[in-house]
């Protein structure tokens, strides 16, 4: 303490020995998965550290590398796929991975990046490769469904086209270190240019649909309109059946009155009659030229009366007034 | 800020590098570190000045207290002890209601805590991770909604996300919401397990939603199954989740609005206007109908009540003309001759008696009537003519 050096050197070990503290010790994250390396290559052994905390190992020469052992996700961009009934659907995937194996991981990959573009590459084949075996329709309704097929008599339950495709990039990934956990379609749809068609084919349907409708209300209007006239023209005609037999029973009570009370003196009943028959029907319109000779002057020109009478002749009246 | 992120000096590879940090430096569980809570956070933020004015206070006291060779040793080793009590002390960190904090010791998670005071190892060893955990989140899948001035908000519509092939080789226009939270039960998990949690609920939302609309019709999409589609897609996207192990709990699906894109809808509402249109057609027949039918019922019971009403007047007159006709016969059969006669001139007096008359003796002069004047004839006729019609017609109608 004297010496004014001392206080150095107690300050230089204390540095030193943080130094090395520092560089021997490391922690692992929660989130993390370590790899040590002396000089860039893993340690047989003792190079995987995946419990989080705080670890140790060599100063100096000795690093760690750090991996995350969360869940990862790769996309990949659109892509045209063709269906096995030649269509083109534009496929936009994405999968989600863990990375499985550091040590592999490393020696694969080395970085996240390069394997994440791999599997990109290996989920774009893949999606290709199965998708392409399914039609259209299978590939939009069907993708995620089992399928249960007859083979040899047997009922096989197919896995759904999805579970085939993280099947298969499983496979290829493993030698990334990695373990893809699900791939699932994010998008399909139909290209521009065929969803333009989609369009005019939807409005189609729709204008034929509209058209439809129209001409069912028009023939039910018809309908019903054409069954109110026939009820109409029934109704009429079914009166006027009626009102005909109403009319000809009117008549024949009268003629059956008329001959009860007439068939007492036929011969008066013709003289009374033409008596009536006279009155109204030459009443007024009438003129009539008449000879002195007829039964009705049979006194005018002799109060003894003459033999032969005459009838008087009735003139029709020549109708100017009416056209 | 080196005080607010304890990750900073996390040595080349810690877990909370910037890089990894999914919340583009937002509010999310790390951006906010334990120690910006306020004076009770254990006080790293402004608490320097505070301690050096301790430590000099102390420093001073110390002087003070102790004879002037002591003071340095003694000054030091307090100014440690101080500087050893002050950090522990800063592992003090409140967790407020609607949080979880969760607890690392170099690097590993150790325990979670609930809302209040709590502790743990101050940094470097310590770490605390805060979640909203109470905070239900709302994400849009084919619209944003932004705010525009005071008036509210406007809506944007994103075509790529809403525009979904149908099961029926149709493209729906849906838009729906997912409102989602971190699991309370689990915040670890939204935490640890998943990089990126948000984005992954978006893209399990999408595609689920697209899965669901893809095997459904589209009338059924726009119609009835608005309120299947929901839940189903609610109940998928959770398990979808689940497999992932994320944290996140999908509260509710909310389909925005279901339509047909854009080109179509008016096709698709004339289809509507159509089916209005025939119930409209219906209506007017039916409406015809019923005006028509009971005006005929009407018009039928006219002609037949017409026809009644003949039979009987008929029938009467006949009863009437047959009483008066017997009448008089029983009166003529007493005294025919006379009573004849009678009848007879009685009769021409009143025929006669309303005509116009030309008396012509045949025997004296057959050449008179070349000249009858008849147009003189013919004057007088018309006001004497026109009264007398209706007396004649109803007994024409009888006949």
Do not use: C
Not at chain 1, 66 to 75: I, S
Not at chain 1, 109 to 117: D, K, L, P
Not at chain 2, 334 to 360: C, D, G, H, Q
């Amino acid at each position: 303490m004297r010496n004014p050096f001392t206080g150095f050197a107690v300050l230089a070990v204390a540095i030193a020995a943080l130094v090395i503290g520092s560089s021997a010790v490391f922690t692992v994250g929660q989130t993390e998965t370590a790899l040590i390396l002396r000089f860039g290559e893993p340690v047989p052994g003792r190079s995987l550290v995946t419990t989080p905390g705080l670890h140790f190992k060599t100063p100096f020469i000795e690093n760690a590398v750090y991996f995350d052992n969360r869940v990862l996700d790769v996309e990949t961009p659109k892509q045209e796929v063709l269906s096995a009934d030649n269509n083109r659907i534009e496929v936009d995937a994405f999968l989600r991975y863990r990375i499985d194996n550091a040590l592999l991981f490393f020696q694969a990959a080395r970085t996240e990046q390069i394997a994440s573009n791999q599997l990109a590459s290996i989920l774009n084949s893949s999606i290709r490769r199965v998708l392409g075996e399914q039609s259209m329709l299978q590939i939009v309704r069907e993708r995620e469904r089992e399928r249960i097929i007859e083979k040899e008599g047997k009922k096989v339950t197919l896995p759904s086209p999805m579970s085939q495709v993280t099947r298969l990039v499983n496979e290829e990934a493993a030698r990334l270190g990695v373990k893809v956990i699900d791939v699932r379609v994010r998008r399909a749809d139909l290209p521009t240019q065929i969803s333009e068609r989609v369009y005019s084919r939807m409005q189609t349907e729709r204008q034929r649909e509209a058209a439809e409708f129209r001409a069912q209300g028009a023939q039910r209007k018809q309908e019903i309109e054409a069954k109110a006239d026939r009820d109409v023209t029934v109704l009429r005609a079914e009166a006027v059946q009626k009102s005909e037999e109403l009319r000809g029973r009117g008549d024949a009570d009268r003629n059956r009155i008329f001959a009860e009370a007439f068939s007492k003196d036929p011969e008066f009943f013709e003289f009374y009659r033409s008596m009536q028959a006279y009155e109204k029907g030459l009443m007024g319109n009438s003129r009539m030229i008449l000879s002195p000779d007829s039964e009705f002057f049979r006194y005018f020109s002799n109060p003894a009366g003459n033999t032969t009478p005459r009838p008087p002749r009735a003139v029709p009246e020549p109708r100017a007034a009416r056209p | 800020m080196p005080w607010s992120n304890q990750s900073g000096g996390g040595g080349g590879g810690g877990p909370w590098k910037p890089g990894n940090n999914n919340n583009g430096g937002g509010k999310g569980p790390w951006g906010q570190g334990p120690w910006g809570q306020g004076p009770s956070g254990g006080g790293r933020g402004p608490q320097p000045p505070d301690i050096e004015d301790m430590l000099r206070r102390g420093q001073d006291r110390l002087k003070q207290a102790l004879p002037g060779g002591f003071t340095n040793g003694f000054a030091l080793g307090g100014i440690g002890i101080l500087a050893v009590l002050a950090w522990l002390a800063s592992g003090f960190y409140t967790v407020q209601p609607n949080e979880a904090g969760l607890n690392l010791v170099f690097g590993e998670f150790k325990s979670r805590t609930s809302s209040g005071l709590n502790y743990n190892w101050p940094y470097p060893i310590g770490r605390v991770v805060k979640l909203q955990v109470t905070n239900q989140k709302g994400l849009d899948i084919g619209f944003r909604t932004r705010a525009a001035g005071r008036t509210g908000s406007s809506q944007v519509d994103v075509p790529e996300e809403s525009l979904m092939l149908t099961g029926d080789e149709n493209i729906a226009d849906v838009k729906f919401r997912v409102i989602w939270q971190i699991d309370p039960l689990a915040p670890q998990n939204y935490a640890f397990n998943v990089r990126n949690p948000d984005e992954t609920v978006k893209a399990v939302a999408e595609s689920v939603m697209r899965e669901i609309v893809g095997r459904t019709e589209i009338q059924k999409i726009l119609t009835a199954e608005r309120k299947v589609i929901e839940p189903a897609a609610q109940k998928q996207m959770q398990d979808v989740l689940d497999t992932y192990k994320t944290g996140v709990k999908v509260l509710q699906v909310q389909l925005q609005s279901v339509d047909p894109p854009e080109q179509v809808i008016a096709a698709f509402r004339d289809v509507t206007a159509a089916q209005q249109d025939s119930e409209r057609m219906r209506n007017e027949a039916i409406t015809y109908a019923n005006r028509v039918v009971p005006e005929a019922r009407g018009m039928a019971s006219r002609i037949v009540q017409e026809a009644e009403a003949y039979r009987e007047q008929t029938v009467a007159d006949a009863r009437g003309s047959a009483a008066r006709f017997t009448q008089i016969y029983e009166q003529y059969a007493k005294a025919p001759r006379v009573t004849r006669e009678r009848m007879y001139l009685e009769t021409m007096e009143r025929v006669f008696s309303n005509m116009n008359k030309v008396i012509i003796d045949q025997k004296q002069g057959s050449g008179v009537v070349p000249y009858l004047p008849l147009t003189e004839l013919q004057q007088p006729q018309s006001a004497p003519a026109n009264p007398a019609q209706p007396r004649v017609q109803p007994q024409a109608g009888g006949r």
